[in-house]
């Protein structure tokens, strides 16, 4: 049984505090018909806190979809909050996360935020060295509102990703980078030094959208300075968006759609930048095959659509990547990379066997 504290504003509620099992927090919209509009500081920290009145402090016990207010006060060994958090999604509505929100959240990974968030304390992320992964809901198919500001307080390498009532509008991966101070005397100048291409990427706003153009330009300078793994991950980003999102089931209704091919049409790499993206991953096509097919956090035929849209494919790694597919036992991939081939590199006459 899940458990909430809350504090009770009057027309809405802070959350304090959540208890349950498992290594997921979904955050409720609402406690007893009221709805939630804050985070508490340090709502998911292993130590609560004490910035708020205890007297002010109420608990809730959820039943079914609802929390109704509740006498019992649940045990704080079944806290929601440091070690045992994977993933946290908080609903729309929600406006505010407070201060250390997610302090020493050692193994949180993803967290998901609503369109509605328009301001968060300090130190949110501080001692969460796991988290990969942020995805944002955006009201009208822009940049969410506080997109820039929350992945720049993270530095180590993170996705972020853009969605539309659930739907996947694009996703930018931000390189890992840190900074040192270094002096230069006897000026005792102090050199702020950066290393890493994450800073520069992290850069890429401008009045809190993010510019898409700029961030294709650095691509030539993360060849250079990041990780070929890193560097393929960013180009698959990029070229995800050769395909319409939701291109094979478009089922939205017609202002909503109308949105996503805006997003569409601003978001999407130009042919320059599509060319230089494809370029360097056909460089290495065995390590992309192996990347894209041992991945299990989708089917891999949503990246080999993507890569077929963006002009990937040629007849020598169509065949490296049949290969690949074959070894890993990827049956799918191997019928749709199969298909490409007979499509776009048909065998000219009758193959001759010798007996």
Same mark, same amino acid.
């Given at each position: 049984?899940?458990?909430? #504290?809350?504090?009770? &504003?009057?027309?809405?509620? /802070?959350?304090?505090?959540? +208890?349950? *099992? *498992?290594?997921?927090?979904?955050?409720?919209?609402?406690?007893?018909?009221?709805?939630?509009?804050?985070?508490?500081? %340090?709502?998911?920290?292993?130590?609560?806190?004490?910035?708020?009145?205890?007297?002010?402090?109420?608990?809730?016990?959820?039943? !079914?979809?609802?929390?109704? $207010?509740?006498?019992?006060?649940?045990?704080?060994?079944?806290?929601?909050?440091?070690?045992?958090?994977? @993933?946290?999604?908080?609903?729309?509505?929600?406006?505010?996360?407070?201060?250390?929100?997610?302090? !020493?959240?050692?193994?949180?990974?993803?967290?998901?935020?609503?369109?509605?968030? =328009?301001?968060?304390?300090? *130190?949110?992320?501080?001692?969460? $060295?796991?988290?990969?992964?942020?995805?944002?809901?955006?009201?009208?198919? !822009?940049?969410?509102?506080?997109?820039?500001?929350?992945? *720049?307080?993270?530095?180590?390498?993170?996705?972020?990703?853009?969605?539309?009532?659930?739907?996947?509008?694009?996703?930018?991966?931000?390189?890992? +980078?840190?900074?040192?101070?270094?002096?230069?005397?006897?000026?005792?100048?102090?050199? /702020? /030094?950066? %290393?890493?291409?994450?800073?520069?990427?992290?850069? &890429?706003?401008?009045?809190?959208?993010?510019?898409?153009?700029?961030?294709?330009?650095?691509?030539?300078?993360?060849?250079?300075? #990041?990780?070929?793994?890193?560097?393929?991950?960013?180009?698959?980003?990029?070229?995800?968006?050769?395909?319409?999102?939701?291109?094979?089931?478009?089922?939205?209704?017609?202002?909503?759609?109308?949105?996503?091919?805006?997003?569409?049409?601003?978001?999407?790499?130009?042919?320059?930048?599509?060319?230089? +993206?494809?370029?360097?991953?056909?460089?290495?096509?065995?390590?992309?095959?192996?990347?894209? @097919?041992?991945?299990?956090?989708?089917?891999?035929?949503?990246?080999?659509?993507?890569?077929?849209?963006?002009?990937?494919?040629?007849? #020598?790694?169509?065949?490296?990547?049949?290969?690949?597919?074959? =070894?890993?036992?990827?049956?799918?991939?191997?019928?749709?990379?199969?298909?490409?081939?007979?499509?776009?590199?048909?065998?000219? !006459?009758?193959?001759?066997?010798?007996?």
């Amino acid at each position: 049984m899940d458990y909430v #504290e809350y504090i009770d &504003c009057g027309e809405y509620l /802070i959350l304090y505090r959540m +208890y349950g *099992g *498992g290594e997921e927090a979904f955050v409720p919209a609402f406690v007893d018909g009221k709805p939630v509009r804050e985070l508490a500081d %340090h709502v998911f920290a292993e130590e609560a806190s004490g910035r708020y009145r205890p007297e002010r402090i109420k608990a809730a016990v959820r039943r !079914g979809d609802d929390y109704l $207010p509740s006498d019992v006060r649940p045990s704080d060994e079944e806290v929601l909050c440091a070690g045992k958090l994977r @993933l946290v999604e908080i609903p729309e509505g929600v406006e505010e996360i407070g201060s250390y929100a997610f302090y !020493g959240c050692y193994y949180l990974k993803e967290i998901r935020f609503p369109s509605s968030l =328009r301001r968060t304390g300090s *130190g949110l992320f501080t001692a969460c $060295p796991a988290i990969r992964r942020m995805v944002f809901e955006s009201a009208d198919g !822009g940049t969410p509102f506080l997109l820039g500001e929350i992945i *720049g307080a993270v530095t180590y390498e993170l996705e972020a990703r853009a969605t539309l009532s659930g739907k996947e509008l694009w996703r930018l991966l931000f390189p890992e +980078y840190y900074e040192e101070s270094k002096e230069n005397t006897p000026a005792r100048i102090i050199e /702020i /030094i950066w %290393h890493g291409m994450g800073y520069q990427y992290r850069n &890429c706003f401008l009045s809190r959208q993010v510019q898409f153009r700029r961030y294709d330009a650095l691509f030539p300078l993360s060849i250079a300075q #990041e990780s070929p793994e890193t560097c393929r991950k960013i180009a698959m980003d990029r070229l995800r968006l050769m395909r319409m999102p939701g291109e094979d089931s478009p089922e939205e209704p017609a202002g909503q759609r109308a949105l996503i091919e805006r997003s569409f049409r601003e978001s999407r790499p130009a042919e320059a930048d599509r060319k230089r +993206y494809v370029e360097y991953l056909q460089e290495n096509p065995e390590a992309l095959a192996g990347e894209i @097919l041992r991945q299990q956090e989708e089917p891999p035929e949503e990246e080999l659509k993507a890569l077929e849209a963006a002009g990937y494919f040629t007849a #020598e790694n169509i065949r490296c990547f049949i290969d690949s597919a074959s =070894r890993l036992g990827k049956a799918d991939a191997v019928s749709y990379l199969m298909n490409v081939k007979r499509e776009r590199f048909p065998e000219s !006459g009758r193959r001759k066997y010798e007996f």
